[in-house]
């Protein structure tokens, strides 16, 4: 679930606490299968490389990977982003500017047939397992395309997305000052669900009668909308362009807070 320069304002909501700068945002939950044939989008569940790169990175970034998870998957970030100013630091410069307590997420990057993209990454403390020496997890993973793609072009390039509808996803959109479309991944595996709940971490974890964290992506669309209840989300909203993407978790509380738009079905590449 998520948001770029509102910084998730839903998760906000959530806790009771107004926004703050955060690289994650929590978005909705749950939904049935649409019995309309035409509102079910196919996208293809297979793994992109980037190509064109000097040095091919099959690997997959992923919630709740470890800074030595990603180091060994992708190597060194070209550098990091401050999540708050935007500004941009060398790699020499990162490790002084989270030591100043600035915030900021690690830069790598990723080419497909059609398309560039820029991975921010941002790693949160896991204190799940020691308060002294927690584990730095990646909670959430911001995406800036070079050129605009719909929801379901996207699904279909970047294995970090396909990943999240590999056993079934829903669809839901929101009117904010723009319009955002939510894919939440209902039928993640227990090994994601665990994923989810370590980069909740500093939230509170899933359980009998706790929020129930999934991995979700956000997507910005291009273009305007009324926040106040004349612009309703339809299916027509994964027609619509985005540039920026934020991979997040989301929980079931906050789905009666968004429209559902129905079920993605898995299918053949039809672009």
């Known amino acids: ?13 959530l806790v009771l606490a107004p926004p703050a700068p955060s690289p994650s945002s929590p978005g909705p939950l749950g939904t049935s ?7 079910r989008q196919p996208f293809d569940r297979r793994d992109v490389g ?18 030595a998870d990603v180091r060994d998957a992708f190597g060194a970030a070209e550098g990091c982003v401050s999540t708050r100013t935007q500004r941009v630091f060398t790699m020499l410069e990162c490790s002084d500017a989270e030591a100043s307590l600035i915030a900021v997420r690690y830069l790598y990057r990723r080419k497909t047939a059609d398309n560039e ?21 990646v909670t959430s993973i911001t995406i800036i395309a070079d050129k605009g793609s719909t929801p379901i072009e996207l699904l279909n390039e970047l294995p970090e997305l396909a990943a999240l509808c590999r056993n079934g996803c829903s669809a839901y959109g929101e009117c904010t000052l723009r319009p955002e479309v939510t894919i939440v991944a209902e039928h993640a595996t227990q090994e994601e669900r665990q994923a989810a709940d370590g980069a909740a971490a500093g939230w509170s974890r899933s359980g009998p009668n706790e929020v129930r ?22 299916r027509s909203w994964l027609s619509q362009k985005s540039t920026q993407i934020r991979i997040t978790v989301t929980g079931g509380v906050l789905m009666r807070m968004m429209q559902p738009l129905g079920a993605l079905s898995p299918g053949e590449n039809k672009r």
Request: with cysteine.
């Open 1 to 13: 679930m998520l948001k770029f320069t509102k910084l998730f304002p839903l998760f906000g909501l």
């Open 33 to 39: 299968p649409s019995s309309d044939p035409a509102a």
């Open 50 to 67: 980037p190509q064109g790169s000097e040095h091919p990175q099959p690997s997959t970034l992923r919630l709740g990977m470890t800074r």
């Open 117 to 137: 993209f820029e991975l921010q990454v941002f790693f949160a403390p896991d204190v799940r397992e020691s308060h002294l020496h927690p584990v730095g997890r």
């Open 213 to 234: 964290w999934f991995p979700a992506a956000s997507f910005e669309l291009e273009g305007r909308c009324d926040p106040l209840g004349r612009s309703r989300a339809d």
